[in-house]
């Protein structure tokens, strides 16, 4: 009783912190001549005020969840992972080769636009190779971290820029769409065949309307709603099963929670961090590859950054926080935040006001919301004092101590 | 009870049907910008386009709404769906080539509606989709020629986005331009493999005088940067796609201006006769969809005003052609469709 007490305590901030930011966001609509009611009327319209907005909600939220799933590992493993976005072009950049050349070697020229084609082993592949080079890709920083003990917020951030030089060079180069090249060579690779795109699904309902008489809905038959919804959430099952109930998830806890403990307890720490790494990179990159099998169908990029990611290896961060740094957590929260960006995109298209005021009010609700894990924070603790006053315990995390704990007290029985 | 219900559902009919004749009277544009409607480029240029195509269809005829600083691609195919499933719009602009895949997956599936995208040659082969684009290289050639006569140091410097689009045929026409006066002028190009990094422009703009260049031009939103560094140094600045004369203050020389209100308004007719799309357009100087404005502080010569004029004439004529690869290519093609 009193557990559930506390969480409940717990989320009153972050509602507070929302209601709070929406204020504060009210002030800056309001200095542009816009009704803040309306104003956010207009942001849950965009966000779930129809089954399209609904599903474009979702389509934004997967990679967030994706990347937030990896970021929960790296977190819990004491690592600091700021190359989301870096690991997403890496996992993108292997995905979509694999998807070309396959595609190519195994689907005929004419039957490349089949529509309702699905190869399954050209998908699984090009999942597959999409996380192993986002894996790669963050194993590096986390080996550089382990091993030379360079710090890893730096090295992911330099890495981010690389990666984006690369997508940037391989895209005008050798993975540039053939029928591109000349004088309107855009960056971006060839459309996938149809077998190597995740197909999108619509879910059937049916309803009894009348005495004898059903009536049959088919929710989100005409929009972009895609698999990768489904794997991510599969996936932040399994990984809160393989952090909370497996030997190797307890271990890399373990190292996340105390190094030189964790080290005397025999773990091989400088391994369990470059696995959070390595894991946390091949989420990232499965986001990457997954927003090109399952919606764009090509690679493309305006030579930005986030002109492919979208922010994602960046929100996702946020989402994983906000989640309580527990993949479970990280599925409503990057629906939150997937909202929260469709909605907003809604909210400038119908009163006009320019972008930089939607990138602010955004801004202010994350920094809100997130700032409101300080209270939590201070409540864990002192729940953390007492228990110690009570049994003796090691050193505090180092996450905790880095101002990024969750409440997800009760859950250290794996 | 059921007389009441009888006349309720009445006025009901009625207002809507008032309401339904209001919105067939209006023609509705949706459109879609890369960068903000202030960015002296691009979107801008697309921005001042409906603005006049408003004032010369009056506001009760006509009327649209816009979502700028979409950068990002899957944010594009959110609001291009929301419009093209909402009903309301006749047109629906993606302005930017880089959302083509997004049109043309949303052109098949709301066939009803009108689709006009650029700047690119290519409809898809669809009834429902319009497609667009500017023959920058024209304008481009135009300054390139003005930049050959007023160097005094034989290097001029340009800063491009990616090379694509009309960027790339900007600088290629610009090339051609000054090499058309003489070939000895060096003319160093960079693109700095971005739209949008204002400050990655500015230092290759800086760079530009640093290497000697007394002239600066360039494309993309991020032009910003280097019209600020011409400015400093006091060097001559020849711009595209918007009038950019309150920023390059008195060290601006001529923009090749694009009026896309030209095609807007032939799409709209076209539209309200029930074509919905299947057409390309090209923004020349000789439909007047391309316009060579001088800086209001700039001041020519008679003689390099004759030149600017008779080069203007070359090119509508057909005498001056600025990049002559794509004609033999646009020749070929055409040889190829014939066959």
């Not at chain 1, 800056?28 to 966000?47: I, K, R, S």
């Not at chain 1, 998830?249 to 773990?267: F, W």
């Not at chain 2, 909402?86 to 009108?114: C, K, N, R």
């Amino acid at each position: 009783m009193a557990g559930r007490l506390n969480r409940l305590i717990d989320f009153a901030p972050v509602l507070i912190a929302l209601i709070l930011a929406l204020l504060v966001a009210s002030v800056l609509l309001l200095a542009l001549n816009a009704n803040p009611l309306e104003a956010y009327d207009f942001m849950l319209q965009g966000a779930a005020g129809s089954e399209n907005a609904l599903a474009e909600t979702l389509v934004k939220a997967t990679p967030i969840l994706f990347v937030g799933i990896g970021i929960t590992i790296a977190f819990r493993g004491g690592m600091i992972n700021i190359g989301g976005e870096g690991q997403m072009i890496a996992g993108a950049l292997a995905g979509v080769t694999v998807a070309l050349v396959m595609g190519e070697m195994r689907v005929p020229p004419e039957l490349a636009k089949e529509k309702g084609a699905f190869d399954l082993i050209i998908v699984a592949c090009s999942l597959v190779g999409g996380f192993l080079m986002g894996a790669l890709y963050g194993g590096l920083a986390g080996f550089l971290k382990a091993y030379f003990d360079v710090n890893e917020i730096l090295s992911t951030i330099m890495l981010n820029q690389i990666a984006v030089q690369m997508m940037n060079f391989l895209l005008n180069g050798i993975l540039l769409d053939p029928a591109e090249a000349g004088f309107n060579n855009i960056p971006k690779t060839a459309r996938l065949v149809t077998a190597a795109q995740l197909p999108r699904f619509s879910i059937n309902i049916d309803l009894p309307r009348q005495i004898g008489e059903i009536q049959h809905i088919e929710l989100f038959a005409r929009t972009r709603l895609h698999w990768g919804l489904l794997i991510a959430v599969f996936l932040a099952v399994i990984i809160y099963i393989f952090l909370w109930r497996t030997s190797l998830g307890y271990r890399i806890r373990a190292v996340g929670e105390n190094q030189r403990a964790s080290s005397y307890a025999g773990i091989n720490v400088k391994r369990q961090m470059m696995f959070s790494m390595f894991l946390a990179g091949g989420f990232a990159g499965l986001a990457g590859v997954v927003q090109v099998l399952g919606l764009q169908y090509r690679l493309q990029t305006d030579g930005s950054p986030a002109g492919f990611t979208g922010a994602a290896g960046f929100n996702g961060i946020v989402a994983a926080l906000f989640g309580g740094l527990n993949p479970i957590g990280a599925i409503p929260a990057a629906a939150f935040f997937g909202g929260l960006l469709v909605g907003a995109q809604k909210m400038q298209r119908e009163l006009g006001v320019p972008a930089s005021l939607i990138t602010a009010v955004n801004g202010l609700i994350v920094v809100f919301v997130v700032s409101s894990e300080i209270f939590i924070l201070q409540r864990s603790k002192r729940r953390v004092s007492v228990a110690e006053n009570e049994t003796p315990t090691l050193n505090p995390s180092p996450i905790k101590r880095e101002g990024l704990a969750s409440s997800d007290d009760g859950e250290e029985d794996g | 009870m059921k007389k009441i219900s009888t006349i309720g559902l009445l006025v009901l009919l009625l207002v809507s049907g008032v309401v339904s004749l209001a919105h067939d009277d209006v023609f509705r544009i949706a459109a879609l910008m890369p960068s903000a409607t202030n960015d002296l480029a691009f979107s801008q240029s697309m921005y001042d386009a409906l603005v006049a195509v408003q004032a010369e269809l009056g506001e009760e005829a006509f009327e649209f709404t816009i979502q700028d600083s979409t950068y990002i691609v899957d944010d594009a195919a959110v609001a291009l769906r929301d419009w093209a499933a909402s009903g309301e719009y006749q047109l629906v602009i993606a302005h930017g080539s880089q959302y083509g895949p997004i049109v043309e997956e949303l052109a098949a599936e709301f066939t009803d509606v009108s689709f006009a995208w650029g700047t690119r040659q290519d409809t898809f082969g669809m009834d429902n989709v319009y497609s667009y684009a500017a023959a920058s290289d024209e304008g481009g050639y135009f300054n390139g020629v003005l930049a050959a006569h007023l160097t005094e140091t034989g290097v001029v410097g340009l800063v491009g986005p990616i090379e694509v689009g009309d960027g790339k045929l900007y600088a290629d026409g610009f090339a051609n331009g000054v090499a058309s006066v003489d070939e000895d002028i060096e003319v160093n190009i960079v693109f700095i493999g971005s739209f949008s990094d204002v400050p990655l422009a500015t230092e290759a703009a800086e760079t530009h005088i640093a290497n000697g260049a007394d002239i600066l031009t360039g494309t993309a939103q991020m032009v910003v940067g280097p019209i600020a560094v011409a400015v400093a140094n006091d060097v001559l600045w020849f711009g595209s796609d918007a009038s950019q004369d309150e920023l390059s203050e008195d060290i601006g020389v001529a923009f090749q201006i694009y009026k896309w209100e030209v095609l807007l308004l032939d799409m709209i007719s076209k539209i309200q006769e029930g074509i919905l799309g299947g057409e390309y357009y090209k923004l020349t100087l000789a439909n007047e969809g391309l316009v060579m404005e001088y800086d209001k502080d700039f001041e020519a010569s008679d003689e390099l005003m004759a030149i600017a004029d008779a080069t203007i004439a070359g090119i509508v004529s057909g005498d001056i052609v600025p990049i002559p690869e794509m004609m033999e290519e646009e020749i070929s093609d055409e040889e190829d469709g014939d066959e």
